[in-house]
């Protein structure tokens, strides 16, 4: 026995009935994502100071970090006070993006602050708002606390 061809008129509805119900799982709350990447602000010291960009042969951490000497003295000197914001889970973040900086969804405004890794040592850096959890630290940073490249250490993080 053969099966008669679903009216074109059924067929219709059924496929304008699928249309509508894909168009309902999309997210129409979102905004647009073509935000301009951002340069991580640098501190008073190091803006007055001409940028330094790693030669195009630049493979390891050391020939990618372009800090100077004066911007790592700034950033390992003791910092006093300032409130304890909480603590991230933190991935390095561009070697591109110099300086002392780390990207947080712990601040809604760029701010001066602090992070003290495990092992004690802190690094005052800029705190960059950032929509996502945990945090991307940059390679100055992660060099200064003595942090493998690799991993994903906490830290925990203050203001200055």
Same mark, same amino acid.
């Given at each position: 026995?053969?099966?008669?061809?679903?009216?074109?008129?059924?067929?219709?509805?059924?496929?304008?009935a699928?249309?509508?119900?894909?168009?309902?799982?999309?997210?129409?709350?979102a905004?647009? !994502? %073509?935000?301009?990447p951002?340069?991580?602000?640098q501190?008073a010291?190091a %803006?007055?100071? @001409?940028?330094?960009r790693?030669?195009?042969?630049?493979?390891s951490?050391a020939?990618?970090?372009? $800090? !100077?000497?004066e911007?790592?003295?700034? /950033?390992a000197a @003791?910092? %006093?006070g300032g409130?304890?914001?909480?603590?991230?889970?933190?991935?390095?973040?561009?070697p591109?993006?110099?300086?002392?900086?780390?990207?947080t969804?712990?601040?809604?405004?760029?701010?001066?602050?602090?992070?003290?890794?495990? &092992?004690?040592?802190?690094? &005052?850096?800029?705190?960059?708002? /950032?929509?996502?959890?945990?945090g991307r630290?940059s390679? %100055?940073?992660?060099?200064?606390? &003595?942090?493998?490249? $690799?991993?994903?250490?906490?830290?925990r993080?203050?203001?200055r």
């Amino acid at each position: 026995m053969t099966q008669a061809a679903p009216h074109p008129r059924l067929r219709f509805g059924l496929s304008l009935a699928a249309a509508f119900a894909l168009a309902a799982c999309a997210d129409t709350t979102a905004t647009p !994502t %073509a935000a301009v990447p951002q340069a991580a602000p640098q501190p008073a010291a190091a %803006a007055a100071a @001409p940028v330094r960009r790693p030669g195009a042969a630049a493979q390891s951490a050391a020939q990618l970090d372009t $800090t !100077t000497a004066e911007q790592r003295a700034a /950033a390992a000197a @003791p910092a %006093a006070g300032g409130q304890e914001l909480g603590r991230a889970v933190v991935s390095l973040g561009s070697p591109a993006e110099q300086g002392f900086w780390l990207r947080t969804p712990l601040v809604s405004q760029p701010t001066p602050g602090r992070v003290v890794a495990a &092992n004690g040592a802190s690094a &005052n850096v800029d705190l960059i708002p /950032a929509s996502d959890t945990g945090g991307r630290m940059s390679l %100055a940073a992660f060099q200064l606390l &003595n942090l493998p490249l $690799t991993s994903l250490p906490e830290v925990r993080v203050f203001t200055r």
